[in-house]
Nanobody
């Protein structure tokens, strides 16, 4: 059974940090790119970041560049999203996704083109 299980969401003050984790199972981790989408109430879903397990290439949305860092632990089949300098506008449900080979789908916001999805974790940043 394929699973993407997110953890690490919560409530944090503006300027603070959180680290999201996405534990993957049920598919060949090295063949996939693992990424994050987020959706805030009343806003379009946004592809936030992604990392290719095969070559380590990464993608960041302009809105998070310089603040978020994505990394991968292939031994644990887990991807991390370190979020620093959080802003109230980062408040959203964050969904872990997997797409075959590369991050083209995340970078083009093609959420429904992903191969697998997690259930999401809520990040709330208070002002």
């Amino acid at each position: 059974e394929v699973q993407l299980v997110e953890s690490g969401g919560g409530l944090v003050q503006a300027g603070g940090s959180l680290r999201l984790s996405c534990a993957a199972s049920g598919f060949i981790f090295d063949d996939y790119a693992i990424g994050w989408f987020r959706q805030a109430p009343g806003k379009e879903r946004e592809g936030v970041s992604c990392i290719s397990s095969s070559d380590g290439s990464t993608y960041y949305a302009d809105s998070v560049k310089g603040r978020f860092t994505i990394s991968s632990d292939t031994a644990k089949n887990t991807v991390y999203l370190q979020m620093n300098s959080l802003k109230p506008e980062d408040t959203a449900v964050y969904y872990c996704v997997a797409e075959i080979w590369d991050c083209s789908g995340v970078s083009s916001r093609d959420y429904y083109g992903m191969d697998y999805w997690g259930k999401g974790t809520l990040v709330t940043v208070s002002s």
